[in-house]
């Protein structure tokens, strides 16, 4: 299986992959800032057998894909190479007290949208950054972390946008999960109430059944979690496995009026690979892309 990226393409790519293990192989590198040569253990590939409502994905996987991180200055390989102008700012940014300080207070995701930063990185890919970074922070960390990648991602998808489309309607689905995650469970019922007669409407493409859905029933789900005032981390349901499929929706539940909402799609099975980061804004695939592409590049291996 190809290591797993991000984004709406690799979702549906994802509905039909066969299903591969997590694997390690240890890879050589030289460090873009520094030159420090060094081997490292590197994840290969993982398998998704399914996702938390946040993105973060579940199963034989580590989820944020690990980033490879040069033991000397802590330097993050988030790409396979650099231009000079890049190269110059981050070696002052990595060498900084600032950064080194990062280095013992903060996780790898949150360091590696310093990183975009300094590099002017595209928004969309700093906020794919940050909401990786709230998948590894710790309590104490996870509402400051939350509160960035929030920020980061409604300004990607502003509430009043006219031009929405699936990508608008995800990201807006993950700014309805941090209000749930924070307890801010009124903003939260007011964005998922708005956003459930949308779905149909919204997601196109030759798998759109399946991802509205999906869509849908984790909506009514979000609405259920709130009901019961759970803000809890949680894993999302799987409106299209088999089981699932069987049993159908509940009379009269929240699940039954997502499943009104797509009465004409018929369930079906949803393959195990599905990763769990649906349609999370694609250019947010940088640092996991990249990293794949060194380590293919280094190791002398295609796809795995």
């Known amino acids: 299986m190809k290591r797993i990226t991000m984004g709406l393409g690799v979702l549906l790519a994802a509905l ?49 894909w690990p980033l490879v991180e040069c033991p000397g200055n802590g330097f993050l390989l988030f790409r396979e190479a650099f231009d000079k102008t890049e190269l110059e700012a981050l070696g002052t940014y990595v060498q ?22 300094v590099v002017g990185a595209p928004a969309a890919e700093q906020a794919g950054a940050l909401q990786r970074a709230s998948w590894q922070a710790s309590p104490a960390q996870y509402p400051r972390y939350v509160a960035a990648a929030s920020a980061a991602f409604a300004r990607q998808c502003p509430d009043g946008q ?5 990508q608008w309607l995800y990201c807006q689905m993950l700014l309805g999960e941090w209000e749930r995650r924070l ?4 903003p939260a019922r007011a964005r998922f109430n708005g956003l459930l007669p949308q779905v149909q409407a919204l997601v196109t493409g030759p798998d759109r059944e ?3 859905r999906q869509f849908a029933a984790e909506i009514a789900q979000q609405l259920q979690l709130i009901d019961a005032g759970d803000s809890r981390s949680t894993m999302a349901v799987d409106a299209n496995a088999p089981a699932a ?20 799609a018929a369930p079906v099975g949803m393959a195990a690979a599905t990763t769990a980061d649906v349609a999370a804004m694609a250019a947010a ?5 990249a990293r794949e592409a060194d380590a293919d590049a280094r190791a002398g291996e295609g796809d795995r």
Do not use: K
């Not at 900084?96 to 930063?117: I, K, V």
């Open 210 to 212: 399946r991802v509205a």
């Open 245 to 264: 499929a069987a049993a159908g929706p509940a009379p009269g539940s929240v699940e039954d009026a997502a499943s009104a909402a797509d009465a004409s």
């Open 183 to 186: 307890s801010r469970f009124e």
């Open 16 to 64: 039909a992959a066969p299903a591969a293990a997590m694997t390690f192989m240890t890879v050589d590198y030289v460090c873009p800032i520094g030159g420090e040569r060094f081997s490292a253990s590197t994840m290969g590939s993982g398998t998704s057998f399914g996702h938390f409502l946040d993105g973060r994905a579940h199963g034989a996987i580590q989820s944020p």
């Open 285 to 289: 695939a940088a640092a996991e892309a």
């Open 96 to 117: 900084s007290a600032d950064y080194q300080r990062l280095r013992g207070t903060e996780t790898s995701y949150w360091r590696l949208a310093q990183l975009l930063r």
């Open 162 to 166: 006219a031009a929405r489309d699936g």
